[in-house]
């Protein structure tokens, strides 16, 4: 029977009913509370079994067994009366425990159309906005406190509390994988930017409507050496050329002051600094030296998934990205992190480590305190104890409810950026005609309707529309394909069947730039370049007829060539020479 550890009358501070609840907790239940692992909804709404072919454990065996309540949910939100369901079921599994310490559920974003399972999970049911660089092109911190604000109406419907965002690296290295997650290049627009989205998830503090964010990926995973990322042993150094590493904390230095509650280092191994040559969830040095004694943190700090041990991860087997502490063994890396500083790891579920850790001597149960107030605290900050359970009508109601599938839409067309426009014979080509006939590539015939005359043949149009993804060299696996990096210019046939439409007719052509692409030549024979990030076929098509306004400007440089870039620094903002488009260029409307 679970001691029920709910106030029954005006409840005492916080502060007092976490020491409360720690004193009353076993070794075991402590060490539950330091791991963060994945979970997913199962058939119907139902608890789901252990599938480990993607990495997944029984939800009741880490609820019960382990004692673990903290849990990030993955995959897509289908159906929002059922994710409800599943929540409820999985709140009353926890109020079943001993002590009845409720479940806090996290997610990675959920509210763009980026669909990586490792970084991102798309809209699905929810309300679609544009990605952060579509946020950021917008210029608009009171439109991103307003995306914010509707995702987090959206996940405390689903019961979720936790947002494993925002993303505060900044692009300085065109070719890494994870560019589209960000606000772009500049650390100031994204000190700006973030500090509204904090507040549009938290409030002005955490309380029971607030979703508690988790700023990342600290010190910044920009900078990473040849644009590889370190989720894969070959993108592990993370390099400081310019000897830049304070851009970069600049915008957490925001989160924090906007009241953050968790900070998630990075996977990066430093290298060529002062600091120690380990991943950044073993490093004192930055977990504690900069984090909290520097910038002075006392949040949560959570790894990120998977430091301690091997697993397969959605299909593909991946080492621990114990990246300078490989050669330790997992008892030793979860030492070394807490020695380091870090209050809960990503994506693990060894208590045991942890226990034998503490029964052995070689960690204090006083050091597992330290980290458990600052876990339970949020919990009680959030109102879990309370009332953790959520309204399954009302989720029904809430989540992709009109106003905000409206309010996200209008945000996609207001982040287009327009680079180029000029009509044949001069002035602009924009906005198109109705009845104009029309070549689309790339773009749904539904989101054109009877706008305009589609037509098979550019050499029957008046103007062509093609709509491409910026270019990247594929990597093979279930997981790390995913991820889009190396180069950055298109290949020679992928180049010349866009050319060829631009030759043919007057041509639209919009990139989908999830990292900045080097397209000088496509910016010279188009006659009109848009740059979208994360915008579907109708907000792009509102802007093409004149609609909606674009009033997007870019939020990094577009690069001439992967050659110039590579002779940047990879750690210093607007370093690469001649680049096509600046930061800030777009023809706002």
Known sequence: MAVDSRPRTAPLPVDQRVEDLLGRMTLQEKAGQLFHTMVAIGPGGELAAAAPEVGLADTTELVAGLGISHLNLVGPVASAREAAQWHNRLQDLARSTRLGIPVTVSSDPRNASADNPGAAAAAGALSQWPEPLGLAATRDAGLVWRAADAARQEYL?????????????????????????????????????????????????????????????????????????????????????????????????????????????????????????????????????????????????????????????????????????????????????LHAGVDQFGGETRTDLVLELVRS?????????????????????????????????????????????????????????????RAPGGGRLLPLRPGTRVFLDGLDPAAVGDDVVAVPDPARADVAVVRVQAPHEPRPGGFEAHFHTGALEFGAEELERVLSVARTVPTVVDVHLDRPAALPEIAEAAACLTATFGVGDEALWAVLTGRAVARGRLPFDLPRSTAAVAASRSDVPFDTADPVFRFGDGLVG
């Open 361 to 421: 001597g070689r960690v204090p149960q006083s050091r597992l305190d330290e980290s458990v107030r600052r876990l339970l605290r949020v919990k009680f900050q959030l109102g879990l104890f309370e009332d953790p359970y959520v309204d399954v009508e009302a989720a029904g109601r809430t989540v992709g409810r009109a106003d905000l599938r409206a309010a996200g839409l209008a945000a996609q067309s207001a982040s287009v950026t327009v680079l180029t426009d």
């Open 157 to 337: 419907a689903l019961g979720i509390r936790s947002a494993l965002h925002p993303q505060v690296d900044l692009a300085t290295e065109y070719r890494w994988s994870r560019i589209s997650g960000t606000c772009g290049e500049d650390p100031q627009l994204t000190s700006e930017l973030v500090a509204a989205y904090v507040e549009g998830f938290q409030g002005a503090s955490l309380g029971p409507a607030s979703v508690a964010t988790t700023t990342k990926q600290f010190p910044g995973g920009g900078p990473q050496k040849d644009g590889e990322d370190p989720h894969f042993p070959y993108g592990r150094e993370q390099v400081y050329p310019g000897g830049n590493l304070e851009d970069h904390l600049r915008p957490f230095a925001a989160a924090i002051a906007a009241g953050t509650a968790q900070v998630m280092p990075y996977y990066g191994m430093p290298v060529g600094t002062d600091l120690e040559e380990v991943a950044f969830g073993f490093n004192r040095g930055v977990a504690t030296g900069l984090l909290r004694e520097r910038m002075g943190f006392d949040g949560v700090v959570c790894t990120d998934w998977g430091l301690i041990t091997d697993a397969s991860i959605f299909g593909q087997w991946m080492p621990a990205r114990a990246w300078g502490v490989e050669h330790l063994s997992p008892l030793e890396r979860v030492e070394k992190a």
